[in-house]
């Protein structure tokens, strides 16, 4: 199961892979995700909102179940409920993997000891698995390239030349 924040589901769009995650796991959004992602992306006129909000709504679970969200130093709304979903999914013995590619984000997910990937390499974990083939993972990579740090594209380049 992964939980997405907001910079992974967009960032997995932008790459052209999120339909396809979806199909390939299941897919849980916090509510503060689909509101920053689809709502305020809605009023704000971003141009592949209705595309993220078509693939949210038929193929991913937006959690409906009390968050009690609360701000953390350094996150956002969407971080936050994704810490308390994760605490709810732990509680329901599920073993979420988180999907982010914010720093403050990852640096908290890291010191808890919670499972996450970057989308870049949930795109080289989807070409080892072969759900994509090598030249389908590099131009999801370079789709996702202007998005992301030089040293994230290169390193998962580099791993998915390796397979």
């Not at 919670?114 to 072969?130: D, K, T």
Request: hydrophobic share 45%.
């Amino acid at each position: 199961m992964l939980v997405l924040d907001a910079d992974g589901l967009i960032k997995l769009h932008r790459a052209e892979v999120l339909e396809l995650i979806a199909q390939e796991f299941e897919c849980v959004v916090p509510p503060a995700v689909y509101r920053e992602v689809v709502t305020r992306g809605r009023e704000r006129h971003h141009p592949d909102v209705d595309d993220i909000e078509r693939i949210v709504n038929s193929k991913m679970t937006v959690w409906s179940h009390p968050i009690a969200a609360g701000t953390d130093a350094g996150m956002g709304p969407g971080e936050t409920e994704a810490l308390d979903l994760l605490g709810e999914l732990y509680g329901r013995s599920l073993r979420p993997v988180v999907v982010s590619d914010d720093r403050a984000f990852i640096a908290i997910l890291s010191r808890m000891g919670q499972a996450f990937f970057l989308p870049a390499v949930l795109i080289v974990e989807l070409a080892r698995s072969g759900t994509l083939n090598q030249r389908e993972a590099a131009q999801s990579l370079g789709r996702l390239q202007p998005f992301i740090r030089d040293t994230q594209y290169r390193q998962a380049i580099r791993d998915i030349e390796r397979l």
